[in-house]
């Protein structure tokens, strides 16, 4: 079964720098999704992406976020000066059309602690 | 803001008793989708609910989404050690594409 992945799965980092967490969705799907969860909290929306541009974001997705679609697979959420609260699972999820009309592919996750 | 309000927070029920948790929005949904989240996991897709007072079965699984569409519930009937994790309920607004998550109930079953 078509599944979506994500790497790393845990990332350590210092605060005030740069990570890239990566996921490659499924192949057929055409929108793409970043989620966090802060730990024992609720799944948060970050960002949606269609068609190589963000379709719709949320207040936590602010100037220091970005995402990316560089080639045919791969779909990254840059952070580009980590803060101590983005401290979070991030959660990359695909969904064959737009999230809210069908379901929603989830991926296993990265752990993204910021020392 | 839009938000999603899920009630309880947490269930601790003995094997084979029922269990329901609920959601509200103070405004009217678009959809409803309900995912699972086992501990260590990540969510996983139960079912999506679109119409007024519409009600789907899955098994042991009832859901509900309310007339006005601004509430829903699931209740497992006679509950098992595998439905142990956190049920999130997820909800889209009208004029927007994003699901707003409610906080979950997570339950815990014990044999």
């Known amino acids: 079964e078509p599944e979506v992945t994500q790497t790393p799965s845990h990332q350590v980092t210092q605060m005030g720098q740069e990570v890239i967490l990566r996921c490659v969705p499924i192949?057929?799907?055409?929108?793409f999704y970043w989620y966090r969860q802060i730990l024992g909290q609720k799944v948060e929306f970050l960002v949606s992406?269609?068609?190589?541009?963000?379709?719709?974001k949320s207040e936590i997705f602010d100037d220091q976020f970005s995402v990316e679609r560089p080639d045919g697979s791969n779909f990254t959420l840059k952070i580009r000066s980590t803060k101590l609260e983005d401290s979070a699972m991030y959660f990359c999820?695909?969904?064959?059309?737009?999230?809210?009309?069908?379901?929603?592919?989830f991926g296993p996750g990265t752990r993204l602690t910021v020392l | 803001g839009q938000q999603v309000m899920q009630i309880p927070q947490y269930q601790h029920v003995q094997e084979g008793e029922d269990f329901t948790t609920y959601c509200n929005s103070s405004?009217?949904?678009?959809?409803i989708q309900w995912y699972k989240q086992r501990p260590g996991g990540h969510p996983v897709f139960l079912i999506q609910?679109?119409?007024?007072?519409e009600v789907k079965k899955q098994k042991r699984l009832t859901f509900q989404f309310g007339e006005a569409k601004k509430n829903s519930s699931l209740h497992i009937t006679a509950t098992q050690t595998t439905d142990v994790g956190t049920y999130f309920c997820?909800?889209?607004?009208?004029?927007?594409?994003?699901?707003?998550f409610g906080q979950g109930t997570t339950l815990q079953v014990k044999p």
């Open positions: 997820a909800g889209r607004f009208l004029n927007t594409g994003k699901l707003i």
């Open positions: 609910l679109v119409k007024s007072g």
């Open positions: 405004t009217t949904l678009s959809n």
């Open positions: 999820a695909s969904s064959e059309r737009l999230a809210g009309y069908n379901e929603q592919f």
């Open positions: 992406f269609y068609n190589n541009e963000i379709s719709e």
């Open positions: 192949s057929n799907h055409l929108y």
